[in-house]
T-cell receptor, first 112, second 115 residues
Framework: GESVGLHLPTLSVQEGDNSIINCAYSNSASDYFIWYKQESGKGPQFIIDIRSNMDKRQGQRVTVLLNKTVKHLSLQIAATQPGDSAVYFCAENKGGYNKLIFGAGTRLAVHP | NAGVMQNPRHLVRRRGQEARLRCSPM?????VYWYRQLPEEGLKFMVY????????ESGMPKERFSAEFPKEGPSILRIQQVVRGDSAAYFC?????????????FGPGTRLTVL
């Protein structure tokens, strides 16, 4: 079967440090990947996306890396802040139409 | 421009009752997706609808669950004869097109509790 999964269920970091959240996917046909942030009691919020023809994409304080050889995706957050505390999901889109397959999520806890 | 609206935000039902969850997509969006999220888990796709059409319901349980997106009004996810295992957060998302590169915007969710 197909799946998108994460290596670490919980990540604790100190404020100001960089955070790295990892994700593995199993479907090599996937061509679009998205990272979402979900705060408690809220819906997922888009952070950044990357297409399969790219290896890296940068946003404001965030970078997504895609390694198609090992089917691995990561989200890097620079200078992590308390407001970054949330659950982060990677999601996969296999194309055809806009149907997302989500991973289980990683909880990021930022400590002062 | 209001985002995706869902109501109610919290819904409590007793076993055997019906639950109706509503989703109003963003203005100009005609594509709606429903996802279910169990505690401490990721979102699971349930159904994808366009106006008046169900495009993909591969994630919907075969019984008791139905969805619609009428020409006028919100999309409705209906759960008949609810059971405790239906307790979850149900999220709706919308997009302007079916293009897989088109961002989906999520609503705040409806948290269903079945007693």
């Amino acid at each position: 079967g197909e799946s998108v999964g994460l290596h670490l269920p919980t990540l604790s970091v100190q404020e100001g440090d960089n955070s790295i959240i990892n994700c593995a996917y199993s479907n090599s046909a996937s061509d679009y990947f998205i990272w979402y942030k979900q705060e408690s009691g809220k819906g997922p919020q888009f952070i950044i996306d990357i297409r399969s023809n790219m290896d890296k994409r940068q946003g404001q304080r965030v970078t997504v890396l895609l390694n198609k050889t090992v089917k691995h995706l990561s989200l890097q957050i620079a200078a992590t802040q308390p407001g970054d505390s949330a659950v982060y999901f990677c999601a996969e889109n296999k194309g055809g139409y806009n149907k997302l397959i989500f991973g289980a999520g990683t909880r990021l806890a930022v400590h002062p | 421009n209001a985002g995706v609206m869902q109501n109610p935000r919290h819904l409590v039902r007793r076993r055997g009752q019906e639950a109706r969850l509503r989703c109003s997509p963003m203005k100009g969006h005609s594509h709606v997706y429903w996802y279910r999220q169990l505690p401490e888990e990721g979102l699971k796709f349930m159904v994808y609808l366009q106006k008046e059409n169900i495009i993909d319901e591969s994630g919907m349980p075969k019984e008791r669950f139905s969805a619609e997106f009428p020409k006028e009004g919100p999309s409705i996810l209906r759960i008949q004869q609810v059971v405790r295992g239906d307790s979850a957060a149900y999220f709706c998302a919308s997009s302007t097109t079916s293009d897989p590169n088109n961002e989906q915007f999520f609503g705040p969710g409806t948290r269903l509790t079945v007693l």
